[in-house]
């Protein structure tokens, strides 16, 4: 942590946390919003900002005391070297849950839309293995990454925009049509979105400008609620709520509407844009799970756990999430374990300063 | 071992690659496709009365020479997606989906209703969705059998030709696939196609095919087809015409603009269509001194608005009563006014509501001047 070279910068370290929450998933969001908010779903995707942004703030409170811990080693601290590394353990499951899942989300668009005759396992294979690589270089190299997916998710939104030419506003009115106790009820399926931001608690201890954590952390926030809002705004604007329901990727169904002469189908440049961000999401995964492991035992960085870790993913993800349906049913349990599991996490952590009156602000 | 790293890299992803290409189909050369064009659908009644569905689709033979031939095959079977099945059976070359022009389907299997071979089109992810659907008079087959001159299959030139409908008439742009599936699912839209004939002379828009839900309503000639485009579409442009004695006459291509004001007393709608028509005069026998009195010009708009609007009262009046269809799409403008999903059926509430259409005639230019 002392030397110089693995340190990020404030602007990596948002575009970082961007990464972590722009998936391929995002191309789904709509449906599982209009499911219950309807032609409100993006006030229900604008509220689900809550979420990361709770996390941001314990966040940005807790690198205020502890600026070069983080908050594994705070758990340690806090609850001796067994109990604060079974909860360490915890919290690596609870980010491990989101590992198969990103790799079935990305496995079927890519089967759907471009490579029907490859094989479910050859397509895991080819993602993980992508992911092990590009985990083993490194946060610096992660970071890269995230700063050219950032750009790639802002050419999605700007070629999107076209869009507005082929809807209607008369989709997306009645505003506030379903009642706030359904839109509050749909933002709660943003979840699994917006989820993994609590990656910022590992982070900030390696950022070199510590006094920017606060303007980067917020930054993320906001790009990322503006992006799935959009996202959903523009498909709901161009489908309506009756034809949502019946895509499953609806923002991909909604890109295919913009017509440009030369090129005939669309739909390829922006699935080959997608492929790019859903593999960024693999391995930033793998690179928080090993992570995680290496702050429980130092020797959880050699190949040997990366192959374990990679295994473990293909694994889970051929047995278990064998359609897109048990997926969904899985992943509705999973999400809401781990998050509630992340958030339990970071607030006790939070309140043990807080009533300790432990770190770095006292003395000030 | 570090010496080796390398090859031993290497030699993985050899034997890697050559796992990714285990148990692939071989691609085949595009001269060994059968490249659809234009996707035809018919029904077929068996001696038995059993229904069986026909789909030819009309494909591209490359040859060698340079002389391109229209080929079609025509798959027979109990549901839609087995007709593929029963074409395959026919056919020399593999069948390729994805670059179709034209969806050619018949008006009997409008009435049976669109929903099962709509549903297997939604379904289907390489299909090209920027492909146009028309409802055709007599067999599909016939129509894409047919032999235009210039043209390697007539599913090109029908798709020039409903492309290009838009510039007159009112018609729209939107008979695309991707816009479909937007009118036969949502609340308060309905779908309505160009209809089209094979005449002696060749093909020709007849008119348009209105629905209910996904079961053909009705087939309207060209001049109620004109009159529910202009009440229909947000933008459309087209002539029109007063007629007096034999040789009085003036024609007046305008672009039209449509805007409705929608108001709920109890559980009855009332809706109020403002029709805005901006153009100008084409030729002009009827109207003296058209260009330079400003009294002759005012007079003509009167008309011409008075003109249109009963035309369209006329057509209204024909919608509730004979169609009792919502084709003017009223319901989504009610919907997203008065809320969604409330279980309304808007062909209903339409059929029983109060509409009023406005119009408002201007006239921008009326050319180089007057003969």
Redesign the interface.
Request: hydrophobic share 20%; proline share 4%.
């Given at each position: 942590m002392s030397d110089k070279k693995g340190l990020i910068t404030a602007n990596e370290l948002t575009c970082l946390l961007i990464g972590i929450i722009i998936d391929i998933n995002i191309t789904s969001t709509p449906n599982s919003v209009a499911a219950i908010a309807k032609q409100d779903g993006w006030i229900s995707t604008a509220l689900g900002m809550v979420y990361p942004l709770y996390v941001a703030l314990i966040a940005i409170y807790v690198s205020r005391k502890f600026p070069k811990d983080n908050i594994l080693a705070l758990s340690k601290k806090y609850f001796g070297n067994i109990i604060g590394n079974g909860l360490n353990f915890l919290f690596f499951i609870s980010i491990f849950t989101y590992f198969p899942a990103s790799l079935f989300n990305a496995m079927i668009v890519l089967r759907t839309y471009i490579i029907p005759f490859l094989n479910p396992f050859k397509v895991y294979l080819v993602l993980t293995l992508i992911g092990a690589y590009t985990a083993y270089k490194g946060l610096k190299v992660l970071a890269r990454i995230g700063v050219i997916s950032f750009f790639l998710v802002v050419t999605i939104m700007l070629l999107s925009i076209p869009i507005l030419l082929y809807g209607s506003i008369l989709n997306i009115m009645p505003i506030y049509g379903v009642g706030a106790k359904n839109i509050i009820k749909g933002s709660t399926y943003t979840i699994y979105d917006y989820a993994l931001f609590e990656w910022i608690f590992m982070l900030y201890p390696l950022v070199n400008e510590k006094n920017k954590i606060k303007n980067s952390a917020f930054k993320a926030v906001a790009f990322c609620c503006f992006m799935y809002t959009w996202v959903v705004f523009i498909t709901t604007y161009y489908m309506g709520t009756d034809i949502i329901k019946k895509n499953i990727w609806g923002f991909l169904s909604a890109t295919e509407s913009i017509r440009v002469d030369v090129i005939t189908s669309f739909r390829y440049i922006f699935v080959f844009i997608w492929i790019l961000i859903a593999l960024k999401s693999i391995c930033y995964i793998y690179y928080i799970c090993i992570d995680i492991l290496k702050n429980i035992n130092k020797k959880a960085n050699s190949l040997f756990a990366y192959a374990i870790i990679g295994g473990m993913a293909i694994f889970l993800t051929k047995i278990y999430y064998t359609n897109r349906l048990v997926k969904n049913e899985i992943v509705n349990y999973t999400t809401k374990a781990s998050a509630i599991y992340n958030l339990f996490f970071i607030t006790v952590i939070a309140v043990i300063i807080f009533v300790k009156r432990d770190g770095k602000g006292e003395k000030i | 071992m570090k010496k080796y790293k390398n090859i031993i890299f290497l030699i993985i992803l050899i034997i890697?690659g050559g796992?990714?290409r285990t148990?692939?189909?071989k691609i085949e050369n595009i001269e060994e496709l059968d490249i659809a064009v234009g996707i035809g659908y018919s029904l077929k009644q068996d001696v038995d009365g059993s229904v069986k569905h026909v789909v030819p689709i009309s494909s591209i033979v490359y040859k060698e020479d340079g002389v391109n031939v229209n080929s079609i095959k025509t798959g027979e079977a109990n549901t839609v997606a087995l007709s593929r099945e029963d074409r395959q059976r026919k056919s020399d070359r593999k069948f390729f989906l994805g670059?179709e022009k034209l969806y050619i389907f018949e008006e009997s299997v409008a009435m049976f209703g669109i929903y099962v071979p709509f549903e297997t089109l939604?379904k289907n992810?390489v299909l090209?969705?920027?492909g146009f659907w028309v409802i055709c008079k007599g067999k599909s087959e016939d129509y894409l059998k047919y032999k235009i001159q210039g043209y390697d299959t007539p599913a090109d030139y029908v798709t020039g030709m409903i492309r290009n409908a838009s510039s007159y008439n009112f018609f729209q742009k939107n008979y695309r696939l991707?816009d479909i599936?937007?009118m036969v699912?949502?609340?308060g839209?309905s779908l309505a196609l160009p209809y089209i004939e094979l005449k002696e002379k060749g093909f020709e828009i007849t008119g348009m095919a209105i629905f209910n839900k996904d079961k053909l309503a009705a087939v309207l000639d060209i001049e109620d087809s004109k009159t529910m485009n202009i009440l229909r579409s947000d933008k459309s442009r087209g002539m029109l015409t007063i007629e007096g004695n034999e040789n009085d006459f003036i024609n007046y291509n305008a672009k039209c603009k449509r805007k409705v004001k929608c108001t709920k007393e109890g559980d009855k709608y009332k809706f109020i269509i403002d029709l805005k028509f901006n153009g100008e005069v084409v030729n002009n026998v009827m109207y003296k001194k058209l260009s330079s009195k400003v009294e002759v010009k005012e007079k003509f708009e009167k008309d011409m608005a008075k003109k249109i609007e009963g035309r369209c009262t006329e057509f209204i009046d024909k919608m509730k009563n004979q169609y009792k269809d919502d084709c003017l799409e009223l319901g989504?403008?009610a919907a997203?006014?008065?809320?969604?999903?409330t279980g309304v059926d808007w062909n209903e509430v339409i059929s029983n509501s109060d509409i009023k259409v406005n119009v408002k005639v201007k006239v921008e230019k009326v050319g180089r001047g007057e003969f």
């Open positions: - | 890697f796992y990714l148990g692939q189909e670059t939604f992810p090209n969705d920027d991707k599936y937007l699912g949502s609340e839209r989504r403008i997203a006014k008065y809320g969604r999903d």
